[in-house]
């Protein structure tokens, strides 16, 4: 073959190589296209898999809730369901639409709370009530799952027991105010016997006002003449449509059951389907229950004297009806007054007799009452009840004015209640902070009336202490919100905390890898959060309820001065100081681990409420079987608005708190069976725990 032969086939041959050099680096390039699209897929297969782990975990740590919980999609039907919800609606429904397992309902309800969310995207809170009188509190979220569906998240927590504590707060609301009732009707028999001066006016106002306030259909008023063998019918009062038997009879007719009244002083209660046997020992039983109509009766003894009695009589056409202790005990006041008006108008020439029947209603009241002048407010009488509550001696109050005595905290107050009494004549139930003697400030229920004494205009008033009633509201508030959180916390802090600790651990290993040095920074602020948010857990965890306490016989002194060189480092690193004025106290029954949680707080708190250059002292001192800790800055003090939230689970003013510090203060207290007081002021603020002291 010749050269130019040679030269045009080594150029075919070069250009056949490049070709085959060219589809060579195409495959190298699809083959690593592919080898990036398989490791996507294995990406996303595993992110599958880890969500579908997490969801398994999720539905694990739901299991273990204290509530009934479970996934609803819209079409009615149940995707999860915990086994507290099972339990409670019976697990023999699965696969039902939720209106049927959970209400028993054919078709779905009218109005559905879980498709509110459905409809606005957006959480749903409400109350339910079963079959079973057991009380829910509801909440419904928005829930995307792994595969993109929307549901709703329904979460139901019992709440019977906070019910049946509303109740009995609302019944003893009730209590309160029936006995305010009957004291203004005690009142108002009272004012009656004193101001009338015609026995059957007087006693025509009392059965009256007996009536009204028991809603009795007839009471009467009998005078038991024994000399004169005959009961004796004094008046009447009826209520509508009611007969009346307002006569006069021989006392042969019920002599067993007068002369067994007489010696025993005791009154007797008979009913339409219960006879009394001492009506029966006399033969009237069948005439009063059946041909008279009278349901229940009952007869009031009151008044004894060496011929006789008087005799409250109640009767009950309508209605079977038991008077309750609070009803006798008010029936029972109520004959007294009438006793007195009785003894008054039978001397009501005599002038002197007529006040002490005064006197003595005045002072059978079990509530504080005064008598002063109006509108000066000089005090002219104050009963014994009133002595007592506010600690004075008598001959200490009488000409004294309450402006004096600085019996009303706030006088801006007293001012406003004289013109409501000038422009009304009366004011009921006015809430109000009241002075005792020692200074200490009580709660009370201001009802007062103007009257006319002597001539003159005067204030009757009646003050009913209702300090502790409401102290236990407050309480059974507070405690609600710390066991809600606390048992929240106790059933999610383990399973919350081991994924934090697998997360923090893969954020350390990224932190030392040498590719993410750039992100070292980003990863500290994620490991920071979370050690964080750990603590956080662990202060929820110091709300529990039930958390468990090693309690022994120690010395407050000796917990403090261990802890003092940790709380003089706070001290020096905000430029502030500490002292210490530790008294010779008694030992007191303490977990030591909580009470350096308790003081540890209340310092904390003391020192970020002080400017560079104060001093938080730490105090303590014997009382009256008790051993108290006082933790005193020099702060500007707590706003009054803030003061009744104290301890309140979230409740904090600082920009980077929790609001937990003091809800765990009241909670350990609570465990300890101690008292925490708060005394504030533009000085300082100072915080009292006050421990008893065990009395063996």
Not at 149 to 166: A, P, Q, T, Y
Not at 637 to 651: A, N, S, Y
């Amino acid at each position: 073959m010749s050269p130019w032969g040679n030269q045009i086939m080594s150029n075919a041959i070069v250009k056949e190589l490049c070709k085959l050099r060219h589809k060579v680096v195409e495959l190298e390039s699809s083959n690593l296209e592919l080898k990036r699209e398989l490791e996507e897929l294995r990406k996303v297969k595993e992110s599958q898999e880890w969500l579908e782990k997490e969801r398994k975990r999720l539905y694990w740590l739901l299991d273990e809730l204290p509530a009934f919980v479970y996934l609803q999609a819209q079409d009615y039907s149940i995707t999860y369901a915990n086994r507290f919800f099972w339990d409670k609606f019976g697990s023999s429904s699965k696969g039902e639409p939720c209106y049927r397992t959970i209400f028993g309902y054919d078709k779905p309800c009218e109005r559905c709370e879980t498709f509110e969310v459905f409809a606005t995207k957006k959480p749903q809170t409400w109350q339910w009530e079963d079959n079973g009188g057991r009380a829910y509190h509801i909440y419904n979220y928005p829930f995307l799952d792994i595969d993109n569906s929307f549901l709703v998240l329904v979460l139901g927590f019992d709440i019977s027991e906070h019910k049946r504590l509303e109740r009995m707060l609302s019944s003893q609301k009730g209590q309160l105010q029936e006995q305010l009732f009957f004291s203004n009707a005690l009142k108002r028999i009272a004012e009656t016997v004193f101001y009338n001066h015609k026995t059957q006016a007087i006693l025509e106002n009392i059965v009256e006002i007996i009536g009204q306030a028991l809603s009795h259909d007839r009471v009467l008023i009998y005078d038991i003449d024994f000399e004169k063998n005959q009961g004796i019918a004094l008046c009447e009062w009826l209520d509508s449509n009611i007969t009346s038997i307002n006569i006069t009879y021989d006392l042969d007719l019920f002599s067993s059951t007068y002369r067994s009244i007489k010696d025993n002083k005791q009154p007797i209660e008979s009913h339409f389907d219960a006879y009394n046997r001492l009506l029966i020992a006399d033969g009237v039983a069948d005439l009063l229950h059946k041909t008279m109509h009278i349901k229940s009766l009952l007869w009031y003894p009151f008044g004894f004297r060496k011929n006789g009695f008087y005799c409250l009589i109640f009767n009950q056409v309508n209605n079977r009806c038991s008077l309750r202790k609070e009803e006798l005990e008010f029936i029972n006041a109520a004959a007294k007054q009438i006793e007195i008006g009785i003894q008054k108008l039978n001397m009501q020439q005599e002038r002197e007799r007529s006040q002490e029947a005064f006197s003595k209603a005045f002072n059978f009241s079990p509530d504080p009452m005064t008598i002063t002048s109006f509108p000066e407010g000089r005090l002219i009488d104050v009963n014994e009840s009133w002595l007592k509550v506010m600690g004075y001696k008598y001959n200490e109050t009488v000409s004294k004015t309450i402006q004096t005595l600085k019996i009303w905290k706030d006088i801006a107050e007293r001012n406003k209640v004289r013109s409501t009494l000038e422009e009304k004549g009366a004011v009921h139930n006015l809430e109000m902070v009241f002075v005792k003697k020692n200074g200490e400030e009580r709660i009370g229920l201001f009802s007062g009336d103007i009257i006319t004494l002597y001539g003159k205009k005067c204030c009757l008033a009646v003050i009913k202490d209702i300090t502790e009633l409401r102290k236990f509201e407050k309480e059974i508030i507070r405690i609600e919100q710390l066991n809600l959180v606390g048992q929240m916390a106790a059933g999610i802090a383990h399973e919350v905390r081991n994924p934090m600790t697998t997360v923090r651990g893969f954020l350390q290993m990224f932190r030392s890898n040498q590719e993410l040095t750039g992100y070292t920074s980003r990863f500290d602020l994620m490991i920071d959060e979370l050690d964080r948010a750990n603590a956080i857990i662990s202060q929820f965890l110091s709300l529990a309820k039930s958390k468990p306490v090693d309690q022994k016989m120690q010395n407050l002194n000796s917990v403090i001065e261990t802890l003092y060189p940790l709380i003089q480092a706070d001290a020096f690193e905000s430029d502030t100081y500490i002292s210490l004025d530790l008294h010779n106290i008694p030992d007191v029954l303490i977990d030591e681990k909580e009470m350096r949680q308790l003081i540890l707080n209340l310092t904390s708190n003391g020192l970020q409420a002080m400017d560079r250059g104060k001093t938080l002292t730490i105090k303590t001192y014997p009382g009256k079987n008790e051993v108290v800790l006082a933790v005193q800055d020099q702060g500007a003090g707590i706003e009054p608005d803030l003061v009744d939230k104290l301890g309140t689970p979230f409740l904090t003013t600082k920009d980077e708190g929790t609001g937990l510090g003091l809800a765990v203060c009241y909670s350990v207290a609570a465990r300890h069976n101690a008292i925490i007081e708060v005394k504030t002021g533009a000085e300082g603020t100072t915080f009292f725990v006050r421990f008893k002291v065990p009395q063996y």
